[in-house]
């Protein structure tokens, strides 16, 4: 079974992904384990993070430029852990290199373990930069009526390759 680590900045969004996606966890060898939080302005003790934990029921871990590359290579140390990112965490930051993108900058020095895969609901420029960057670990993504992700894993050719094997992509 292969776990899955969630980067995002709004994680309440991931609520009903996750829950579906555990509740068929057997039956589709993965399970989401963790979603770490992109919040740059936020403890780990806080009670966001508390509700979150309750809500997501799942383990919330909050990240930022201080704790992610540490975070990030820690996590990757497992071999089972596959990880999911968010596109345009952290809106308020306008980077104008794509490539200079904390989470962006971190794949591509991981690029060759083909553990990690973006999704974007940020419009078509940030698909475009993905798709570019990353033309095979893009997983499609759409936003419900009540502000609910649906990750469209069972789409992405190399995400379900990885969820079958042990090398990854």
């Known amino acids: 079974m292969k ?5 995002e900045d ?17 039956s589709n060898q993965l ?10 302005d936020l403890a780990q003790e806080s009670e ?12 919330v871990k909050v990240v930022n430029i201080w704790n992610f590359d540490d975070t990030l290579n820690e996590l990757f140390e497992q071999t089972d852990n596959l990880f999911i990112f968010d596109t345009d965490i952290n ?3 306008e980077v ?4 200079y993108r904390i989470n962006v900058s971190f794949a591509l020095r991981k690029q060759r373990e ?8 940020s419009g078509p420029d940030f698909e475009e930069n993905i798709r570019k960057t990353f033309p095979k670990e893009v997983i499609q993504a759409e ?10 894993w069972k789409e992405c050719e190399s995400f379900e390759k990885a969820l079958y094997t042990t090398e990854g992509v």
């Open 31 to 40: 399970e989401v384990e963790q979603v770490l939080y992109y919040n740059p």
């Open 91 to 93: 809106e308020d930051d």
């Open 96 to 99: 104008k290199i794509f490539t």
């Open 10 to 26: 709004k994680p309440k969004r991931l609520r009903e992904f996750i829950s579906k996606t555990n509740k068929s966890k057997e």
């Open 114 to 121: 083909g553990r990690i895969w973006f999704y974007t609901v």
């Open 48 to 59: 966001e993070v508390q509700e979150l934990k309750r809500m997501l029921e799942v383990d």
């Open 3 to 7: 776990n899955i680590i969630l980067l």
């Open 143 to 152: 936003l419900d009526e009540n502000q609910q992700l649906d990750l469209k």
